[in-house]
Structures are given as C-alpha cells and as structure tokens.
C-alpha cells in the first residue's frame, strides 16, 4: 500500500508536540552560557578599562568547547548517588551543570572584577568547562528523547536545537545590555539576572520526562572501572576514526581537508571576540548593542540559516563555500566602514545583516561540508572531531585578537580589513582540493 506524502502544513505539527518543544528549551539552555563568558563578560571588562588584549584572552576559556569530546565517557559512565536516581543519567548531568553556571553567575555578580581578575577568570573557565559539559548531556538527551524509527521528529529535535541555541545567546543575550543601559544596573546585577535566568531554565529540567537511558556496553557502572573503559572508548571513538580518515583520503587530501576546517572560521572569530569592544569603543550605546548585535542577529541567523540551506543545495557544497568564504570575508569590511564613519546606526544595521546573511550562508556550507566527510561506519564522531577542529581554530586564535588591535594602536579598520584576508588561506586549500571534494559530492548524490 502506498504511503501518503504529508502536506507541508501538516510537517509542521511535528514541532507541537512536547518533547519537541523541551529541546529547544535545552537548546536555548545550551546557547545561553556563551554571554556569561562572551558578550557580557567583553562588555563589563571594557568598561572598567582593562586593556584589548586582556579582553581577548578571556576568549581562551571556550578552548573547553573543543576538547569536551575527552571527559564524554564519564557523562555516559558516572551516576550520581541521589541525583541520578530522581532524575535519571541525562537530566542529573544537565541539572548540576546548569546549577553550577548559575553558581558562577552569583559568583561574578559578588566580584570586583578589576581586584579579582584572576579569580574572574577561573569562574568563566567554570561556567566554560560545565556549559560544554551540559552540550554533552543535552546531545544525549535529545537523541534518546526519540526512538530510532522517528526521523522527522529526530530531524525537528536537531533544528529546535539550533533554534534555541540562537534564542538562548541573541535572544536571552541581548537582557543584560538592555538592563545595565535602561535599568541603570550594574554588570554585577546583570550577572545576577543571568543566574536567576539560568535557575528558571533549570527548574525546567526538574519536570520533563527522563529518557530510557541506553548504557553503551563498552562503558561499565562500576567507577572503579571507568579509566579502562575510557581508553577503550578513546580508541574506538577517536583513534579508529581518524585511521580511517586518512587512510580513506591520502594523507596530502586530508591534512588539505583538516588545514581548511581549521582556517576557514578564523576571520570571523577574530571579529566576534573583539566585536563588542568595537561597539563600545566606537561610541554605541549597551542598548543599541543589545537591539543590533543580539536581536536583530537572532532572527537574521535563523531566517538566513533556511535561505542558505536552500542555496547550497543547489549550487553544491564545495561552491557554495567558495561564494559563502568571499562574502564573508567582504561583510568584514563593512566593519571597518563603522571605524571610520563613527556610530551611524543605519550602518550598524546594514552590517549585521550583511554579517548575519554570510555567517549563516557559511556555517550552513560549513556544516554541510562536514558531514560530506564522514564515512557512515563513523559519522558521529568523524563529525564531532572535525567540528572540534573548526571550534579550537577559532577559540585558541581569536583569543589573541585583543593583542592584534593594541599592536595596531586600536586602528579598527585596519583590524577588519585583516579579518578579511585571514578567509583567503583557507580558500586556497578550498580551491586545491576542489575536484576530489566535488567528486565525492557528485557520488554520494547518486547513493
């Protein structure tokens, strides 16, 4: 009997149903933290004086995004003696890790940053370290939250991810600007607020439904057991994955391959870690920081993340790249036109969504590259690796971005123009490896 093809209306029923929904609550969850230790930290430190370079390397404590892979057996592995039994293996992981942000919040907001500089630092590593922690168990969750034969609720639960994530940083991120310029707060009040936002989120995780946890057998209960089990998994998980990589590739294909994934994100990091000095020091307000940087960039992200999807799908991915590395590199220079003009509104919008367009343009062609590159016996942990990869190119660089604009003696425009020129060695190994890559898109198109 044939099936019924489902209507487009009827598609979107998917994203109703409860569990759905749930994830995007974690997503936004999972978004959220990157203000704490981002925006708002780069905001409150620029204004007490510190210098660019010290803001910079603050951005060093989101290394912990990259490596989080290495500590992912001990959430499959460890239970919690009264925790896990309330709330089962997945929701006692995410409830103590969203506590614990919400501990460094409290923290912050009781600090003389300028006094306590390296405690400051130790606190947002905190909230780094259990934000990454937290994505492991979240990515976990949602997977379990759906049988395998649900697809299309698999494929809702992996866009209202995204969709809160974006929600949880833009949306959520641009409260603290608004509070500090409107409110007539302090950043420690905004730290405040940030924490009693993230116990609401929180609290949330204490009344959905735990999912029927299916313990990989290679990890055993017993604590005792848990470092060999963690070298096994490491060479199952890591080892034989990259083996087949390279093997499948050629060694000079995939360091070609790895370089490019490195490089290509760069640019763009240097500019978002330094972005919100810029605005600062340009002459925006926290309130037009908040309303441009973070709202208007919530719903253009998302909107152009669709569009972009639409687009590479049709001029392939390794095209789509190309014109997505370009634009992206061109979008940095509208940047450099704010340094020179001055706080012009109307340009600050044009910018953000020019920037909004290509980043999301890119990421889509970015992720899509990716998962082109995965051997299906791997593809979960071929992909995290190379994800990983990208993340560590942009977090352990763009924390020296700091360092760049002082050596340039605060010279924005001349900072932008050189975000831009860091895209061009990553097209160059884009366009080296261009035909092997168009090949391998060509053929599994035809699967």
């Known amino acids: 009997m044939a099936l019924t093809k489902l209507t487009f209306w009827q598609d979107l029923k998917v994203y109703k149903q409860p569990r759905v929904l749930v994830i995007f609550v974690l997503g936004l969850a999972s978004g959220f933290p990157w203000v704490m230790i981002g925006s708002a930290l780069s905001a409150w430190l620029q204004e007490v004086g510190l210098t660019r370079s010290t803001i910079g390397y603050f951005g060093a404590v989101s290394v912990a995004y990259s490596i989080n892979f290495l500590w992912a057996p001990l959430i499959d592995n460890f239970k919690f003696p009264l925790l896990t ?11 103590l890790c969203q506590m614990l942000i919400a501990s460094g919040c409290f923290a912050l907001a ?4 300028t ?3 390296h405690l400051v630092g130790i606190i947002a590593l905190g909230i780094a370290v259990s934000s990454a922690t937290q994505d492991i168990a979240i990515d976990a969750y949602r997977i379990e939250s759906f049988a395998e034969t649900e697809g299309r609720l698999q494929s809702a639960g992996a866009a209202m991810t995204t969709a809160g994530w974006w929600t949880g940083y833009s949306g959520l991120g641009a409260l ?11 950043w420690q009040h ?10 609401g989120l929180a609290s949330v995780v204490l009344v959905v439904r735990r999912t029927t946890y299916h313990q990989d057998p290679i990890i055993k209960t017993e604590l005792t057991n848990y470092w060999p089990a963690m070298k096994e998994r490491i060479s199952v998980t890591v ?3 990259i083996g087949e990589f390279f093997s499948r590739n050629g060694v000079k294909l995939a ?3 790895l370089a490019f994934i490195f490089l290509f994100k760069i640019g763009e990091a240097f500019l978002g870690r330094m972005s919100i000095v810029f605005y600062k020091e340009v002459g925006f307000t926290n309130a037009e920081i908040g309303t441009y940087s973070k709202l208007v960039t919530w719903w253009v992200t998302i909107v152009f993340a669709l569009l972009g999807s639409a687009v590479n799908l049709r001029l392939g991915i390794v095209k789509g790249l190309m014109i997505g590395g370009v634009a992206m590199a061109a979008s940095n220079l509208m940047f450099s036109w704010i340094a020179l003009v001055g706080p012009d509104t109307s340009l600050f919008l044009s910018a953000v969504l020019i920037d909004g367009f290509t980043s999301a343009w890119s990421t889509v062609a970015f992720v899509a590259f990716i998962s082109l590159l995965c051997n299906r016996t791997f593809t979960a942990t071929q992909y995290a690796l190379m994800a990983s990869l ?3 190119g942009k977090t352990a660089l763009a924390s020296y971005s700091g360092v760049i604009v002082d050596s340039m003696n605060g010279n924005w425009a001349l900072f932008f123009v050189l975000t831009a020129v860091m895209v061009i060695p990553s097209l160059i190994f884009l366009w080296v490896i261009r035909k092997p890559l168009t090949a391998l898109e060509k053929n599994r198109d035809k699967d």
Do not use: K
């Open 190 to 199: 905004a730290y405040f607020g940030l924490g009693c936002v993230m116990l």
């Open 239 to 241: 080892v034989q994955p």
């Open 176 to 186: 603290p600007f608004f509070f500090v310029d409107g409110v007539n707060w302090q």
């Open 390 to 392: 990208g993340t560590l």
């Open 85 to 95: 039994r309330l709330l089962g293996q997945r929701r006692s992981w995410i409830f």
């Open 110 to 113: 009781c600090l003389d940053i």
């Open 255 to 257: 360091f070609s391959i």
């Open 115 to 117: 006094n306590n500089l």
